[in-house]
């Protein structure tokens, strides 16, 4: 079983609608974790960094953790054409600062 | 503040070359690392540096060699390249460990 598991997708939206994009980890000490964006031939940015249990909300973004769940969430509110892209979730537990990285949902917003 | 550049953009390489994949941030960022992503695997690393003088391996170090003289630098060396080295190379950084990482926008090799 790999330590972080994300389906890779692609998954199709129409443009306005609300989409989730979800990670498993097997791993239950992690407490940080970060939801990366990735246009094609382009190297990751920052999206959302959270730590621990909860939500946090960005502008159209919001980032869930359910650590009894060991499952986390990136949620896009009204998306558009522009958010079309990989999304790689990141996670580490306290004792290390390497993150483990998912293999990417590849998102695609369709106009 | 151009963050975290990479060089080259693309490179083919033929099987036993060497090469290095330069990488420079200006952040003043202690922590520096090179990833390769690969499709369907996400991101491993393969070196990490947590200031100069001081580098690590990571996940999947085998075939490649870093040194960090100063802050700003951090190559990847490539000795001998092997088919299994074809892949995106990135270069991130982060002013502490577990901080958020800066990612450059990658070097393309593909060995022959």
């Known amino acids: 079983q790999k330590e972080v598991e994300q389906d890779p997708g692609p998954l199709s939206v129409p443009e306005g609608a609300i989409v989730s994009l979800n990670c498993t980890y097997s791993?239950?000490?992690?407490?940080?974790f970060m939801w990366y964006r990735q246009y094609s031939r382009k190297g990751p940015e920052l999206l959302m960094y959270?730590?621990?249990?909860g939500n946090k909300e960005d502008g159209r973004f919001t980032a869930q953790v359910d650590k009894s769940s060991k499952y986390i969430s990136l949620f896009i509110r009204d998306s558009q054409p522009s958010d079309s892209a990989t999304y790689l979730c990141?996670?580490?537990?306290?004792?290390?600062?390497?993150?483990?990285f998912g293999t990417g949902t590849r998102l695609k917003v369709l106009a | 503040n151009a963050g975290v550049t990479q060089t080259p953009k693309f490179r083919i390489l033929k099987i036993g070359q060497s090469m290095t994949l330069q990488c420079t941030q200006d952040?003043?960022?202690?922590?520096m690392y090179w990833y390769r992503q690969d499709p369907g695997m996400g991101l491993k690393l393969i070196y990490y540096s947590v200031g100069a003088g001081i580098t690590d391996k990571g996940e999947v170090p085998n075939g490649y060699n870093v040194s960090r003289s100063t802050t700003e630098d951090f190559p990847l060396r490539l000795e001998l390249a092997a088919p299994s080295q074809t892949s995106v190379y990135f270069c991130?950084?982060?002013?502490?460990?577990?901080?958020?990482?800066?990612f450059g926008p990658g070097t393309r090799l593909t060995v022959l």
């Open positions: 959270t730590y621990s249990s």
């Open positions: 990141a996670m580490r537990d306290s004792g290390t600062y390497k993150y483990i």
């Open positions: 791993n239950s000490a992690f407490q940080y």
């Open positions: 991130a950084s982060s002013l502490a460990g577990g901080d958020t990482q800066y």
């Open positions: 952040m003043n960022h202690n922590y």
